[in-house]
């Protein structure tokens, strides 16, 4: 498995595309709705990975509850996989928790699916797979 980006979730995504875009003198990537995740996203380059900010397009969506309990920072690592149905099932097979059973669209025309934090010692895993 390969990582694929760390999504860090931001409450103003112009101020954190400033801020990330000079530290790691990447370009600016397109912001991108994701309706299925009820966010916003951009994603800079970081050598062979990305990082992907993420600010919520609704108040009720799963990042604006953790914004609003833990402010910016570091929300989930996702890792490439060559199915994402076939690492979440992976994952129930042996008693794991997921937050999604099967795959859903994501950003870039990827699939996606998360692993609940229970499953990674605390740590939001998002598979992903595509384009």
Do not use: C, Y
């Amino acid at each position: 498995m390969q990582l694929d980006h760390v999504g860090i979730a931001v409450a103003d995504l112009p101020r954190a595309l400033a801020r990330w875009t000079a530290v790691l003198g990447a370009p600016e990537g397109p912001v991108e709705e994701v309706p299925s995740n009820r966010v916003r996203v951009a994603f800079l380059s970081a050598g062979g990975s990305h990082v992907e900010l993420v600010t919520p397009s609704d108040g009720g969506s799963p990042v604006a509850k953790f914004l609003s309990e833990r402010g910016d920072g570091v929300h989930h690592l996702a890792f490439a996989v060559p199915s994402v149905d076939r690492a979440l099932a992976d994952l129930v097979a042996r008693g794991e928790r997921v937050v999604d059973r099967v795959a859903r669209p994501g950003a870039r025309g990827r699939r996606v699916g998360f692993a609940h934090p229970a499953a990674f010692g605390g740590v939001l895993v998002e598979f992903v797979e595509g384009p």
